[in-house]
């Protein structure tokens, strides 16, 4: 199985802020990362897939980029609704399609 | 707008057996593989196996390979996750998740709003 690593576990930064969450892969996943939100007591919510595209509805604060085995997903200007946590998930080799443990962003 | 509706909560006893479901609508069910992620108490995501109702062709992870069955009813357009012995360690959040695929890989876009089961003595 591709194992995926994302850091920090936990990130702490103030509203308004810039907030850079990572993801490694343990071997090449091409571009077939995406990114989920969770917020407490919802589900998963996709936010980003093919490593850079957003998803339906998804606002333009929240980027994509990387390729290969390392990713980033950033959060240009952090509101109060972006407080969560945040999965990677490679869908290139599988099964499994594996995320990672998660970051949990946290206000500053 | 696609839709997944899953199952109410579920308390059962180690040893029993489970069948939870996942009801899909608003787009072609038989098109699009469907499947289970976990999530224990406090814990990440954790990718089961999934489903492609249209033939039933199934793929799972090897954690959970003969731990779990999962199958569909394309005339109802639901999918399923089974269990024949349960154990305390089953106890968890259980969400259905359809794919979308781009290139010919894919990847989880729309997502039940999960069935809690808990496992206990």
């Known amino acids: 199985d591709i194992v995926m690593t994302q850091s920090p576990a936990t990130l702490s930064v103030s509203p308004g802020e810039r907030a850079t969450l990572s993801c490694r892969a343990s071997?090449?996943?091409?571009?077939?990362l995406a990114w989920y939100q969770q917020k407490p007591g919802q589900a998963p919510r996709l936010l980003i897939y093919?490593?850079?595209t957003r998803a339906t509805g998804i606002p333009a604060r929240f980027s994509g980029t990387g390729s290969g085995t390392e990713f980033t997903l950033t959060i240009s200007s952090l509101q109060s609704e972006d407080f969560a946590l945040y999965y990677c998930?490679?869908?290139?080799?599988?099964?499994?399609?594996?995320f990672g443990q998660g970051t949990k962003l946290e206000i500053k | 707008e696609v839709q997944l509706v899953q199952s109410g909560a579920e308390v059962r006893k180690p040893g029993e057996s489970l069948k939870i479901s996942c009801k899909a609508s608003g787009y072609d069910f038989t098109k699009y593989w469907i499947g289970w992620v976990r999530q224990m108490p406090g814990k990440g995501l954790e990718w089961m196996g999934i489903i492609y109702p249209g033939d039933s062709d199934t793929a799972y992870s090897p954690s959970f390979q003969g731990q779990v069955t999962i199958s569909a009813d394309k005339s109802i357009s639901t999918a399923y996750l089974q269990w024949s012995r349960l154990k305390a360690s089953d106890t968890a959040m259980y969400y259905c998740a359809s794919q979308s695929c781009t290139n010919g890989v894919c990847f989880f876009e729309y997502w039940g709003q999960g069935t809690l089961v808990t496992v206990s003595s």
């Open positions: 093919d490593a850079s």
């Open positions: 071997q090449s996943v091409s571009s077939d």
């Open positions: 998930q490679q869908y290139n080799n599988w099964p499994p399609n594996t």
